[in-house]
């Protein structure tokens, strides 16, 4: 059976640091594309960032750009998200999204917040 577990959030001031992992189990080979999804208080999930399999990075939310760093590692079947100078506006709750085969998998999620 295919799982995500993601780990690291937490309750940061502004400015700090919080560094998310999703750690992918279940699968004979590296997932493809894995993102990050961030669902504010009341909102809608969206997609934050997202990595190819060969390790290209795109940030879909502008507000994170020059702060929030996606990376994997293929041999641990593991993506990261290196979130810096947080913001209140970054409190949410955080899912990982990987795609492998045919199929797409979520993670359960983790709290990230900024705390004002």
């Known amino acids: 059976q295919v799982q995500l577990a993601e780990s690291g959030g937490g309750l940061v001031q502004p400015g700090g640091s919080l560094r998310l992992s999703c750690v992918g189990y279940?699968?004979?080979?590296?997932?493809?594309?894995m993102e990050w999804y961030r669902q504010a208080p009341g909102k809608q999930r969206d997609e934050v960032a997202r990595?190819?399999?060969?390790?290209?990075?795109?940030y879909a939310d502008d507000s994170v750009k020059g702060r929030f760093t996606i990376s994997r590692d293929n041999g641990k079947n593991t993506v990261y998200l290196q979130m810096d100078s947080l913001k209140p506006e970054d409190t949410g709750v955080y899912y990982c999204?990987?795609?492998?085969?045919?199929?797409?998998?979520w993670g359960q999620g983790t709290q990230g917040t900024g705390r004002p």
């Open positions: 279940g699968t004979t080979t590296s997932f493809h594309t």
């Open positions: 990595i190819t399999d060969d390790g290209f990075p795109y």
């Open positions: 999204k990987a795609a492998w085969r045919s199929d797409v998998y």
